[in-house]
């Protein structure tokens, strides 16, 4: 999502406008550089493509009409993500009905997989193979994985966050948050585990 907002200066003065205007338009370009991050929590919180992708766009057009509640030198990708995250449950999780084991099997046969398009390091056929298929295990693992206990996975194993910024986007003390990762990882390691060993 690229938007532009034209500002138009008034050789007398600059009106509060077009102060705000300029100060959206710098937000708006801050934000692409984490567009790819939203995008992946959106993924593996809301499990489709189409999801995501409108998760993601509500979330920067939130941003945007917020942009004054955001403070110029923070963390503005622990504040995106966290509109992200409130954006999914109040609205994406609430919407969603609960879908069966089969059909997340069925769904995701039909669309291509998000980490299959993610390049790799010349890697050969047999490692490119391999890769496709630990990134399929992987990303069905984490579908089944209830949310409460992905979200910690997505923001600290994949997102980079610390337990402290986690626990900010997700709004809840810093050891519910360890306690859900450690219950997340065991899970995955659970659904996974065997084809690991």
Known sequence: MHTTYPLRYNAQAVSGNE??????ERLASEMMVHLDHLYRVAFYLAKNEEDAHDCVQETCARALNAHSQFTAGTNLKAWLTRILHNLFFDSFARNKRTV??????????QKSDYWETLPT???????????????????????????????????????????QEAAEIIACPIGTVRSR??????????????YLA
């Open 121 to 163: 390091e010349e890697a050969g056929p047999e490692k490119r193979l391999l890769q496709q298929e630990l990134c399929a295990k992987i990303n069905g693992a984490l579908k089944k994985i209830p949310v409460e206990f992905r979200a910690p996975i997505v923001l600290v194993d994949m997102g980079d966050f610390s337990y």
């Open 100 to 109: 069966s084991a089969d059909a997340l099997g069925r769904d995701a046969a």
């Open 181 to 194: 990762l450690s219950r997340g990882r065991k899970l995955l390691q659970d659904l996974i585990g065997e």
């Open 19 to 24: 102060v705000r205007n300029s100060e959206r």
